[in-house]
């Protein structure tokens, strides 16, 4: 794969590193931060790619990638922050951590984003005629192989285009297997686990696929920009109702919108948030802890240091020493 197709998946900060042993390694650069993607091309038709995005530096405040083939067959799943699929025109689901997504082909163009801009994960992702012609081959040296994807693909598109399994053991064992391998020949016990991943797909019957609401672009557009709105003016504190009436949002919509996108409740969110700044502003500036306080939010110093210690598990003042 050319640096110009990782660009078109990975957006233009994206370069190889390294090509070695099989496995090409990719820098994603959002300003002073790197992201890690290896690629293997395990078998004819079947590539997978190992992510540790971190852009929160990222100028859009939001990480995109799209799926590395219309047509393919992905698998992908989340071991650390959150995953934006594109259901369909306007529509979106969330996953999390130790969740896994597959689409299947005809789900179009899908845009996926990591709205933590923090993503840690995997996609196995398969051209499904190339993969069946290789799983016959194979047939022919160890015997019947327990997949098809033509079959499975028949199956699982009851369920739609895009499925998503909540915490599925057997793929979280797997990945984390491929998470953790670390031994020299190492792309060969990968190759293992992936055999392993597509016969776990093709038994569609013991798979359950998790019913998860869908959410219309106009109300996660409305939370993004919620969000953008809090962080880029973080001394200032609103309610949630207030909230609700400037973006027009019902107050329901917003608090369930608000924790599917971002995985906590606004609130807790915001909390941490402002916690993460002042530890900053504690390691890097001779700003007061008063001075740290009223500008994360904080109006009483008292409470900020409760809040701080309680997140920290120690004071504003023996954080700063001891950084």
Known sequence: ??????????????????????????????????G????????????????????????????????PEEGMITI???????FEAEYGPGQYIYIGQNDTVVHLPGSGKIKNSFPLLRFKGAVVAIRSKAANEFAKELSKSIGPVPWSFDYAISKLIEYGRVIVLKNEEHFNRLFGD?????????????????????AE????????????????????????????????????????????????????SLKECFKAVYGVPLNTYMREYRINVSASLLKT??????????RVGYANQSKFAEVFKERMGISPMEY???N
């Open 178 to 198: 491929i998470y953790n391998e670390s031994r020299e020949d190492k792309i060969f016990f990968i190759r293992l686990r992936v055999l392993e991943i597509l």
């Open 36 to 67: 890690i993607i290896e690629k293997y091309q395990l078998f004819p038709g079947i590539f997978l790619y190992v992510m540790d995005i971190c852009a929160e530096n990222a100028e859009d405040g939001l990480v995109e990638a799209r799926i």
């Open 201 to 252: 797909l093709s038994h569609e019957k013991g798979l359950k696929p998790a019913i998860l609401k869908r959410f219309d672009e106009d109300r996660v557009e409305a939370v993004k920009s919620i969000r953008k709105l809090l962080i880029d003016d973080i001394g200032k504190k609103y309610t949630q109702e207030e909230l609700s009436q400037m973006y027009s949002i019902p107050l329901t």
């Open 285 to 294: 500036t001779d700003l007061s802890v008063a001075q740290i306080s009223e």
């Open 320 to 322: 700063r020493n001891k």
């Open 1 to 34: 794969m050319s640096d110009q197709e990782m660009k078109s998946l990975y957006g233009r900060f994206a370069r190889k590193v390294r090509d070695e042993n099989g496995i090409e390694t990719y820098a994603v650069y959002y300003k002073d931060q790197e």
């Open 76 to 82: 992908c799943h989340c071991q650390e922050g959150r």
